[in-house]
């Protein structure tokens, strides 16, 4: 079976953990990984890697370095262990990063190359996996995500772009990859704010610097 058709059967079992009815294509993936500006020694991870459009263009760019890609549905993730035997994948979620990397003996990440569906998740979720990344980022990281041009008016792709600017300090988007089923753009993401100090029993919270 062809990944796109894996792709569709599982959004199909499970279409919010998805969030999309096809991959990512290559040209949205070779638009994000030079958008990301890889170096070999930087530590990367990938959110959501699907049957791999990501984490092929990642490999390809950088072959080597630290890198894991974090895949929950586990027929996505035996497809990409298949595809890319050379490549860390792990099911566990994002909201277990820092323990995921604990297991790697990695310290803080350097770059996060997300295709999660943001807009599909309700803000509650959102926040539990920004305030994961976060926990991890180091202070000069990046995160690399991207949404649907038909979709940037709507009030989903809104409240990502508030989330994105309320925890970074850059962010700034890409020439339209037209060739993505659907067209999409890239949001690269810099200078995270720093983390509010937390009370006992309290939620997380931001400030700026």
Known sequence: MSSSLTFLREFLRNPTQLGAIAPSGAELARLMITSAHLKPR???????????????????VRPRGPFV???PNPVLAK??????????IDERP??????????????????????LPWAAWPQSLQDEIFDAILDVLSPQGRLLTFGYVHAQLLPAAKRL?????????????????????????VFCC???RERAPTQPGSPGGLRSP
């Open 42 to 60: 930087e530590v990367v991870v990938e959110l959501g890697a699907g049957t791999g459009s990501m984490t092929r263009e990642i490999l390809r």
């Open 94 to 115: 994002a909201q277990q990063l820092r323990a995921i990397l604990q297991d790697m003996q990695l310290g803080q990440v350097d770059c996060v190359i997300s295709s």
């Open 69 to 71: 890609a974090l895949e």
């Open 190 to 192: 810099g200078r995270p």
């Open 79 to 88: 497809t990409l262990r298949e595809r890319f035997p050379e490549a860390p």
């Open 161 to 185: 772009r508030a989330n994105l600017n309320e925890r970074f300090m850059l962010v700034r988007t890409t020439r339209i990859a037209w060739w993505n089923l659907p067209p999409a753009i």
